[in-house]
């Protein structure tokens, strides 16, 4: 087993759906620490480049290596939805779920799902049935059960969007805290505020083109495009 399925080098990675060209070439080495945001107008390709790295797209050209054997990669990635897929069960058991899933003891699994439910702040709805969560307790047990099995690299898309001040910034803590102890976050957002709170790397899409990508302060404090300072401004880019 690698110490690390980082880094991952995508070269000249496209995505294509039926006939239309929705993403790339891509070119992009995510390496290191940290949370890297994507920012971009709606359409410029969060969701699909997310994917794409995640594996739920294909890329139609180009290529993606991550420094560790497929399966070896996908088992130690997990991906957080926009809208959590909640299980017909418990929230304890949906939290146990991926490690029963790889094998581990169903005792040992409920063990570790109290902790990450603990962790997360769903400790006091363990029993409860995961679907009738409210949408921030939703997003956080989808984070638990991401981060169960400690990934090399947590995707995101827009995991705050619909929430309030309150559950955004419990889930912003979760995601610091997940940082800080090594896991590597991806996350795309909409929202200016968060992105600057949370990114230590932009990466900046447009029309389905990476812009730029560098460190979050350059990005924030002197945007080098002028369409990166469009974009900041609130500027609608076509
Ligand atoms: N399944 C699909 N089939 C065809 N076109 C698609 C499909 N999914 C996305 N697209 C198109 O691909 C482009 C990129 O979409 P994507 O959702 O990745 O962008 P985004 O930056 O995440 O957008 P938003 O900010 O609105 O969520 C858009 O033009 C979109 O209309």
Known sequence: MVSSILPL?????????????????VDLTLTGKGISILMG?????????????????????GSLRWSAPATEARQ???????????MRRSVLDSIAYPMTLHGERRA?????????AE?????????????????????KLALARAL??????LFLDEPCANLD??????IEAILTRARDEGVRIVMAT?????ARRLADEVLFLLKGRLHSSGPADTFFSHPRTPEAKAFLNGDILE
Request: charged share 25%; proline share 5%; with cysteine.
């Open 148 to 153: 169960i099995r400690q990934p090399d690299v």
């Open 41 to 61: 107008p709606n359409g410029s390709g969060k969701t699909t480049l997310l994917r794409l790295l995640h594996g739920l797209e294909r890329p139609a050209t």
């Open 119 to 139: 962790r997360v702040g769903i400790g006091h709805a363990i029993d409860r049935h995961a679907t009738v969560l409210s949408g921030g307790e939703k997003q």
């Open 76 to 86: 130690r990635q997990a991906y957080v939805f926009q809208t959590p897929i909640m």
């Open 9 to 25: 080098e995508v070269a000249g990675a496209c995505v294509r759906k039926r006939g239309a060209h929705l993403v790339g070439p």
């Open 190 to 194: 909409h929202d200016m505020g968060q």
């Open 165 to 170: 001040g309150r559950a955004t910034r419990e």
């Open 108 to 116: 040992r699994a409920r063990e570790m799902a109290r902790d990450w």
